[in-house]
């Protein structure tokens, strides 16, 4: 069966589930990004955000609901064709093969080429313009394996915007980065010109780099909308089981609010 809905621009999902050993992981999740917002996904460990992302990008068919891109199910679209709008960053990528920096964002351009053809004058600008976005240039022909943690994810993203897609999905990318690796990647990824959906932990950088949020707790969506009102001691306290003093944003027209946990 084809699904259209009218109207719906961008990717959606509406009502999606997903179960895994026996139980479900995501729970009639519903999430619809603004064009160009950048979105936050946050729970506990095992709260369905990984999964929610890989449902949105197809990897994985939600049991019940539907995804959708422009309207059309992501399952009535072709790969390439979904490859070509949505590009996915996951937490760790790894290869043993001897690939420069060039080469690894060079792979952003598969969905738009024929198999075995050369790559093109266009590839190789996206290419140029994605390395220069991510700010890689000088880095192009530095071998992969000699890059550090920050430096690797950095390429990823560099990667998924050769694909030049309209929707960047980000499985907690942060992780394992130092303080100034994650201020860094998080800033690049919200001045992006996509709508991104990134699946985080921690509640200040959420709070300080994403339009709106998504509160998962055991599958289901818990709560949503900015930080400013998704982010309460109310709630952290319900969601994480920990006792925190959230600061609300300044006057000055600041509204994200900043998070200090307690201990006991």
């Known amino acids: 069966m084809t699904y259209a809905y009218e109207g719906a621009a961008g990717l959606r999902a509406e009502r999606v589930s997903r179960e895994a050993g026996g139980r479900l992981v ?85 969905p738009h080429r024929r198999a075995w053809s050369a790559p093109t004058a266009g590839d190789e600008r996206a290419v140029r313009d994605a390395l220069t976005r991510t700010g890689l240039a000088s880095r192009a022909a530095q071998s992969w394996h000699t890059l550090s943690g920050g430096e690797r994810q950095r390429v990823q993203i560099a990667r998924a915007l050769a694909q030049e897609p309209r929707e960047l999905l980000l499985d907690e990318p942060t992780n394992h980065l130092d303080i100034q690796h994650q201020l860094d990647l998080l800033s690049l990824v919200a001045d992006l010109p996509v709508t991104s959906v990134i699946a985080l932990h921690d509640l200040n950088l959420a709070s300080m780099f994403c339009d709106r949020l998504l509160i998962l707790r055991e599958g289901r969506a818990y709560a949503t909308g900015t930080p400013a009102e998704v982010i309460t001691e109310e709630l952290i306290a319900e969601v994480y089981g920990v006792r925190a003093v959230v600061t609300p944003g300044s006057a000055e027209g600041d509204e994200r609010p900043s998070v200090r946990f307690l201990r006991g």
């Not at 990984?50 to 679209?77: E, K, Y």
């Not at 490859?83 to 351009?109: F, K, N, P, S, Y």
Request: overall charge positive; charged content about 20%.
């Open 26 to 110: 995501v729970d009639g999740v519903s999430l619809a990004p603004p064009t160009g917002a950048t979105v936050g996904l946050l729970g506990p460990n095992g709260s369905g955000k990984s999964t929610l992302l890989r449902i949105l990008a197809g990897v994985l068919a939600p049991a019940s609901g539907v995804v959708t891109l422009d309207g059309r199910a992501l399952a009535d679209t072709g790969r390439r064709a979904v490859a070509r709008r949505i590009a996915v960053v996951e937490q760790h990528t790894d290869t043993q093969v001897e690939l420069t920096v060039a080469d690894v964002v060079r792979l952003g351009r598969i």
